[in-house]
């Protein structure tokens, strides 16, 4: 792994970027500079053997993943029943 240096916040983000399917991992090098083998040897030293054999078995071959591979080309998705965040209050579905 490389010598950069990430606070417990840094690498909680980080953690929590690769576990979600729809992040790329395009997204995590540009915003704290860890190429796609980097994340993963991160993901091993950070979460336990069963989990990050969980999470590699997933995330292994996910077109969502990798911004090449993905079926659409622009903005993010959101799930329809995705809370809205609004002055870092999320507000309720009415």
Avoid: Y
């Amino acid at each position: 792994m490389t010598n950069k240096r990430f606070s417990e916040r840094d690498i909680d983000r980080i953690v929590e970027m690769a576990w979600e399917d729809r992040t790329p991992f395009d997204a995590i090098l540009f915003q704290f500079g860890l190429k796609e083998q980097e994340v993963i040897e991160l993901m091993r030293k950070e979460m336990k053997a069963s989990s990050f054999r969980m999470w590699r078995k997933r995330v292994q071959g996910r077109k969502t993943k990798h911004l090449k591979k993905r079926v659409f080309e622009d903005g993010r998705f959101k799930c329809s029943r995705q809370r809205h965040i609004t002055h870092n209050k999320i507000s309720k579905r009415k």
